[in-house]
């Protein structure tokens, strides 16, 4: 009998018997034992946090999720991995750094609305926290991820502009500029041709390129649903109140604010807020055509 399986079954006759944290112990060198290869059971770090919190120990428990997270998703189970998060979120709010993890997986699922929620959670508490460097690069990243998120490109433009960081929104503003031209929206082009002049009269646009622009037409960048024209974006933020109070505040008369306010009324249970913002329920269903890989279930509650 090998080593693991010694564990195996000495952690089930410690169940067996309510010796819990005992069983914790032996659980935990059998995470160890197994290591993080390919033939393991990825859903052992999950039960270890699990056991964990129903102990009290939820501190440890979110290393173990953590590590679940991680074995989950490298292994193609993002639905998994997306679960666990979630838990990670309700039991841990100091665990920031699995909202952008969050944002990252539901983008790569297709969940545009989601991605969206997580990482400008992500990007508020590094706001909160002083750290702005992070707090742009999640915006970047998620502009990136979901190019057809023009409110955020557009309002990251502007919080650079306000910070003094000029190349950074040269190049946002750039990238809209190339994705409106592709889609025919020569007005939003010259808008954002505009704004671009307001900060280096003498910057010249790139012309759009075929491998970093989509069309309104196009497929989206995950999934198979397709997208429309959306709407002109132009919103502004309202005016700043302070040098880093306004990264993520984003005003009434924004776009982002003026996509929430049109969406159907839901109740207060289902909504997040944003910075001041609603968005809409948690979890979207798939895209049409879309693939999901299931793995075993995960328990969401400890």
């Known amino acids: 009998m090998s080593e693991l399986a010694k564990l195996k079954k000495k952690a089930a006759e410690l169940d067996q018997k ?47 999720w953590e590590r679940a997270v991680d074995m989950y998703a490298t292994r193609g189970f993002i639905t998994n991995a997306i679960a666990i998060g979630r838990k990670i979120v309700r039991f841990s709010s100091t665990s920031v750094e ?11 699922n297709g969940f545009r609305s989601d991605a969206k929620k997580h990482f400008l959670l992500y990007a508020g508490e590094m706001q909160r926290i002083g750290n702005l460097d992070a707090a ?3 915006l970047k990243e998620f502009a990136e991820l979901c190019p057809d998120q023009d409110d955020v490109r557009l309002e990251l ?10 190349t950074e929104a040269l190049e946002q503003l750039d990238a809209l500029h190339a994705r409106y ?20 009269p003498a910057f010249e646009p ?3 390129t075929d491998a970093a622009d989509f069309d309104a037409d196009s497929p989206i960048l995950f999934g198979d649903e397709r997208r429309s024209p959306s709407a002109s974006g132009r919103g502004r933020s309202s005016k700043a109140t302070g040098q880093d109070a306004d990264l993520i505040l984003i005003g009434p008369d924004a776009g982002l604010a003026g996509r929430a306010a049109a969406e159907p009324e ?3 249970a289902s909504r997040t807020e ?23 279930p995960v328990a969401l509650d400890g």
């Open 206 to 208: 790139h012309a759009p």
């Open 98 to 108: 699995i909202q952008r993890r969050l944002g990252q997986m539901a983008a790569q």
């Open 157 to 166: 433009a502007d919080q650079l502009t306000r910070h003094g960081r000029g």
């Open 18 to 64: 309510k010796q819990y944290d005992k069983a914790i112990i032996v659980y935990q060198q059998m995470v160890e034992e197994q290591g993080d290869g390919e033939e393991v059971d990825v859903g052992l770090p999950n039960r270890v946090g699990d056991m964990l919190h129903r102990e009290g120990r939820t501190r440890e428990a979110v290393d173990y």
């Open 136 to 138: 742009f690069a999640a």
């Open 266 to 268: 839901r109740s207060a």
């Open 274 to 296: 944003v910075a001041g913002l609603e968005f809409g329920r948690e979890f979207e269903a798939p895209p049409a055509g879309a693939s999901v890989v299931e793995a075993t």
């Open 181 to 200: 031209l592709r889609a025919g929206r020569q007005a939003e082009a010259d808008a954002a041709r505009e704004r671009m002049r307001a900060i280096d």
